[in-house]
């Protein structure tokens, strides 16, 4: 039986978008003191990335794995679970 590569897993994953209703949000104010920028490596999604020398998140591709939540600044962020029915759907375990 052939195994998945992940990047195929998170190919069938499908994403239930509450369109203007994001679950993350940035306050970059804060993130302009944090030198470490950590959220561009862990992402596992990638999702992360820089903006006019500030931080974006695009966060309809979230895989809830709440790892910004742990290494972000505290209060740089806003985050939870989009509300009933919305996100993500796994569908490979
Ligand atoms: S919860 Fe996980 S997948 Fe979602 S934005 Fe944060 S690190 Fe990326
Ligand atoms: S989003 Fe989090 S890790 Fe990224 S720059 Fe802001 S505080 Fe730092």
Request: hydrophobic share 35%; net charge negative.
């Amino acid at each position: 039986m052939n195994r998945l590569s992940l990047a195929d897993k998170l190919a069938l994953d499908k994403f239930a978008v509450d369109e203007g209703k994001p679950h993350i949000s940035i306050n970059n104010e804060l993130c302009q003191t944090c030198t470490d920028r950590a959220c561009l490596r862990v992402c596992p999604a990638g999702l992360y990335s820089e903006q006019d020398n500030g931080i974006i998140v695009e966060w309809a591709g979230c895989l809830e794995c709440g790892t910004c939540r742990v290494v972000c600044s505290p209060g740089a962020i806003t985050w939870h679970y989009p509300r009933g029915g919305f996100g993500i759907v796994y569908r490979q375990g």
